[in-house]
């Protein structure tokens, strides 16, 4: 069976720090991993993906990820954070050969400091 | 951009009332899938839908649950009896392929079960 989990429900932290959030993920096969993020009020919105290839993916708003299979890991990055950062993150991975829903992590919740 | 949508945003009813959330996913689009995520925890998957059929159901998605694409474009839930435990944000998407299944979410409705 899959899982996803994410190291941290809250992070705080002021403008221009830089983010970091952990997410490891079980699955022993070919697996496809993402990142959400919800505003609050808003819909849940696709931040990157990775399918294979380069394990560093650069999503939008200027995160990226870094896959390490040795680690069953796909942390998400963001050199420096703004205000409107503030959302709550998820995790998700699916497995090609388990069906076609997305697993997903706790999420975490980002504070972002103006 | 292509948005999924869901109507309502909020539906508030009585146990063991019928419910019937909507949405209208993306219009090219032929994988479709309800989750939902209960107060505090994680986003669980309940069905996803391909070729107007179940192509996978959760534990979660028994006898009370059902789902339909009654005209081609909306995607619906219904919930025959709801109980206090059915209370929370239920997510709609909707991918292209089954590959790289890219889900696209709504911004969910919020079913608080009194």
Redesign the interface.
């Known amino acids: 069976a899959q899982s996803v989990s994410q190291h941290n429900h809250h992070v705080i932290l002021s403008e221009a720090a830089s983010l970091e959030l952990g997410c490891n993920y079980s699955y022993g096969g070919t697996v496809?991993l993402?990142w959400?993020v919800q505003y609050p009020?808003?819909?849940?919105?696709?931040l990157l993906?990775y399918?294979s290839g380069d394990p560093l993916v650069k999503g939008i708003k200027g995160f990226e990820a870094e896959f390490i299979k040795s680690k069953f890991s796909f942390n998400l990055r963001k050199p420096s954070v703004q205000w409107s950062d503030t959302a709550e993150y998820?995790c998700?991975s699916?497995g090609?050969a388990a069906?076609?829903?997305?697993?997903?992590?706790?999420?975490t919740r980002v504070l972002v400091k103006p | 951009e292509p948005e999924v949508t869901q109507t309502p945003s909020h539906q508030v009813t009585q146990m063991g009332q019928e419910v019937i959330l909507r949405c209208v996913p993306i219009s090219n689009h032929l994988y479709f899938y309800w989750y939902r995520q209960i107060l505090g925890q994680k986003v669980e998957f309940l069905v996803s839908f391909y070729n107007n059929e179940i192509s996978e159901k959760s534990e979660i998605f028994d006898d009370q649950f059902s789902v339909e694409r009654p005209d081609g474009s909306n995607f619906t839930l219904k919930i025959r009896s709801t109980k206090l435990e059915d209370s929370a944000m239920y997510f709609c998407a909707s991918s292209e392929d089954r590959a790289k299944n890219i889900q696209y979410f709504g911004a969910g409705t919020r079913l608080s079960v009194l």
């Open positions: 496809n993402f959400y009020g808003q819909h849940l919105q696709l993906k399918f998820f998700a699916y090609r069906g076609n829903k997305l697993t997903f992590g706790g999420g």
